[in-house]
Each structure stands twice: as C-alpha cells, then as structure tokens.
C-alpha cells in the first residue's frame, strides 16, 4: 500500500482497498471505509505522489535538520 501511495497517489489507494474489501466481513470492510474517508478528507495532505512528482519532499528530515542546526546555533 506504500508503494501505491507513493507511486499513485489516492486513486491507486481507493483501487487497491476496494479491492481488498472483497471477502471481508462487515466490520472489516467498515474500516477499511474508514480508512478511505480519512483519505478523502486529508487528500491535500497526503499528495505524496504529487509532491515527489514535482521534486519536493515528504518528509520532515529537511525541517528537523533545520530546527537542530538553529538550537545548536542559540545554545
């Protein structure tokens, strides 16, 4: 599911876990239904795919690397 994130963004997200609601039971596929609004609701949030598309990072090494190198400067 990381690599369809990171390679696919939401659409390959809402494939693959439409695909694996098939053969669960009913409060199995409520979550997984859950897992997919939360998706929809923070899809601004987790373009992954649209940011490293564009080159940009997605993590926060850049800001934590950045914030050290500050409180080393003011310590």
């Given at each position: 599911m990381r690599n369809v994130?990171?390679?696919e963004g939401l659409s390959g997200m809402e494939r693959e876990l439409s695909l694996l609601k098939v053969g669960l039971k009913e409060w199995?596929?409520?979550s997984v239904d859950s897992l997919l609004e939360y998706f929809h609701g923070n899809a601004g949030r987790l373009d992954y795919y649209g940011r490293l598309a564009s080159g940009r990072a997605i993590g926060s090494g850049l800001i934590e690397s950045a914030c050290?190198?500050?409180v080393?400067?003011?310590s």
């Open positions: 994130l990171l390679s199995q596929v409520k050290k190198s500050l080393g400067l003011c």
